[in-house]
């Protein structure tokens, strides 16, 4: 007899605790539902309230061979902000190789300065996508590209990627 009541008390102890755990894992995605209305909201107001009210100090264009425009781009002191002409699908050759292989060569190089003490860690390349669709991106602003040399050599390789997505 005494067996049974240690098992009735395990079972209700059980129940309760699948109950706590169903309970919890609706908060969790209520929160977690919460952050990325967050996150979508800073990130708009963040990326228009600062181009905004800063102006910029040249407007640029990525024009392709024929003199097509394929993105326009808005020159500030610490960033470029590059609007596509139409938008740029993140699964295909912008992203492996304009993002993932070229821009990350040169996060590379910043981390190296960095590790040497030449270098900040927020003046370390980085960038940001502004999008349309899911998967997709409408304009961007890559920060801390530091040196004239390095905005022709980004603009550059944008207008070669932009005209290999564009044209197909």
Known sequence: MRVDVDVQKMLEVRKMLEEKIAKLQEELKLYTALLELLDKSIGERSFST??????????????????EVYATVEVYGNYLYIKFREPVKLDGLFKRFFLDKFLQ????????????????????????????????????????????????????????TLEKVYSG
């Open 50 to 67: 600062a181009a905004e009210v800063a102006k910029p100090e040249a407007v640029e264009e990525v024009k392709g061979r024929g003199g």
């Open 105 to 160: 060569k040169y996060k590379e190089e910043d981390a190296r300065e960095v590790r040497q003490g030449t270098l900040r860690q927020e003046e370390v390349i980085r960038y940001e996508l502004e999008g349309g669709e899911e998967g997709e991106a409408t304009a961007m602003k890559i920060y801390n590209y530091r040196t004239e040399e390095r905005k022709r050599e980004i603009l550059r390789v944008l207008r070669w």
